[in-house]
Nanobody, 123 residues
Framework: QVQLVESGGGLVQAGGSLRLSCTASIRTFTRFGMGWFLQAPGKEREVVAAINSDGDRTYYADSVKGRFTISRDNAKNTVYLQMNSLKPEDTAVYYC????????????????WGKGTLVTVSS
């Protein structure tokens, strides 16, 4: 049973920073593309950032380029999302995602989801 457990969400003022972590109970973590999605109230879930299995290729949504950084530590089965210069519009539930042997942005969809962690940015 694959489990993705997120942590690091919370309340922060605009301009502040947070680091999200997602630890995966996956024996073959290095074979998974990983990523982060967000879902704001009343809106669809959308990809924020993605990283390939080796960690040498990344993708960012235009709205977070230059502010967010995704990374992974395969020895710890963990993927991170460093969020800087946070804005009120970044407020959302952030979900960790994993897909076997492909990107989480692939049209076949995400294989596994975490339960989400809430990020609230106050103005």
């Amino acid at each position: 049973q694959v489990q993705l457990v997120e942590s690091g969400g919370g309340l922060v003022q605009a301009g502040g920073s947070l680091r999200l972590s997602c630890t995966a109970s996956i024996r073959t973590f290095t074979r998974f593309g990983m990523g982060w999605f967000l879902q704001a109230p009343g809106k669809e879930r959308e990809v924020v950032a993605a990283i390939n299995s080796d960690g040498d290729r990344t993708y960012y949504a235009d709205s977070v380029k230059g502010r967010f950084t995704i990374s992974r530590d395969n020895a710890k089965n963990t993927v991170y999302l460093q969020m800087n210069s946070l804005k009120p519009e970044d407020t959302a539930v952030y979900y960790c995602a994993a897909s076997f042997l492909r990107s989480v942005r692939d049209h076949d969809g995400v294989d596994y989801w975490g339960k989400g962690t809430l990020v609230t940015v106050s103005s």
